[in-house]
């Protein structure tokens, strides 16, 4: 190595200037984290939240929401699964996750201090046992959310959690969707049923509050094709897993933003949509799907679109012994958090 040049690294890098980063972007995000002694607290220690944001109690007979930007609520519901069940653990796996965030390299941000975020806790259920009631209690806890003019981010629970959160984000005028998913969750009744988790948006656009023709469904895979004529006869725009390859993940996030548009979007990220491999603790999984690096870029890309709510769901941590699943969960869930400085009117 060149001498000159050790040397003047020695001098920028060592002694006096050990703790010094000369960068003034990284120096601006340390500054948030460090105290004058260089410290930080430990990603192990302290009362786990999501994404390790501040913990709000909220008063839902009278809730108080002022000041926040974005609220993180877990919805610990699975009662609307077709397969194994267990995915009401996964807001509390989540939570228990360390080491996401808090700066997105990528985008360039620092989420929760770029924006006034909390964990809200979760939904208040009136009962485990009933789906229709739990469905109520989900669409009346977000609609106080959004009636304060704060984005919700919401971790499941099943996927059926997802359209009383559509019916409360979009009552007043149908929304588009980025769906990242193995299924395309637009099928008909089950067992008697019609408000399973296989098929929340054949409802949603049915009652008004989805619009197809601004929905692209992402990563769709397996043996139960034959249930999702909807999506096609709707008009939603649907990709394959196995066409990401040959079109790579630039042409799908074009694709994406194209359909989505310039009105409010919705964007929805069931962990199924990983492939077992990276993420085998859910109730449905396919082989075949996308990598979590495949994952992060989609959502990276796209920073910009007008994202009115978002969630994760599936995560089932019972099925999964390494944590994998419920990181990889609340890693999306930080690059859904990511994509909020850079919506409308925060631009």
């Not at 809730?63 to 996964?90: Q, Y």
């Not at 990528?106 to 469905?135: C, N, Y």
């Not at 359209?163 to 005028?173: E, N, T």
């Not at 012994?321 to 999306?332: E, I, K, R, S």
């Amino acid at each position: 190595m060149d001498s000159d040049k050790l040397d003047a690294l020695r001098q920028r890098f060592a002694g006096d200037n050990e703790r010094t980063i000369h960068d003034a972007g990284f120096a601006a995000v340390a500054a948030r984290l460090f105290d004058p002694k260089g410290t930080r607290v430990a990603p192990y220690a302290g009362l786990p939240t999501l994404l390790d944001m501040p913990y709000r109690a909220i008063d839902w007979s009278a809730p108080d929401l002022a000041g926040l930007d974005v609220a993180l609520i877990g919805v610990p519901m699975d009662l609307g699964v077709t397969n194994r069940n267990g995915s009401r653990f996964g807001p509390r796996a989540m939570r228990a996750m360390e080491r996401v965030g808090p700066y997105n390299h990528v985008l360039k941000t620092m989420p929760g201090a770029d924006l006034r975020v909390a964990d809200i806790g979760d939904v208040p259920f009136r009962s485990r046992f009933d789906l229709a009631t739990s469905h109520e209690d989900i669409e009346r806890t977000i609609t106080a959310i959004v009636k304060a003019g704060v984005t919700p981010l919401s971790v499941g629970g099943d996927h059926s959690i997802t359209l009383p959160i559509l019916r409360a984000i979009g009552g007043g005028r149908p929304v588009g969707m980025i769906h990242i998913d193995a299924h395309c969750d637009t099928s008909g009744p089950f067992d008697g049923c019609k408000f399973h988790h296989g098929g929340p948006f054949r409802h949603a656009v049915l009652e008004g509050v989805l619009d197809p023709e601004r929905t692209i469904q992402i990563g769709i895979r397996g043996s139960s094709e034959y249930l999702w004529e909807f999506s096609f006869e709707s008009g939603m725009t649907v990709i394959h897993a196995e066409e990401i390859p040959a079109m790579g993940i630039d042409a799908v996030i074009a694709k994406a933003r194209a359909v989505a548009g310039d009105g409010p979007v919705y964007v929805s990220f069931d962990i199924d949509s990983i492939d077992p491999a990276f993420a085998p603790g859910t109730g449905t999984p396919e082989i075949g799907g996308l990598t979590t690096r495949e994952a992060q870029g989609i959502l990276r890309g796209l920073a910009g679109i007008d994202m009115v709510g978002g969630d994760v769901v599936e995560v089932a941590p019972q099925y999964d012994a390494t944590t994998n699943t419920a990181h990889a969960g609340a890693q999306m869930l930080f690059e859904l958090l990511s994509l909020m400085p850079f919506t409308s009117g925060r631009r």
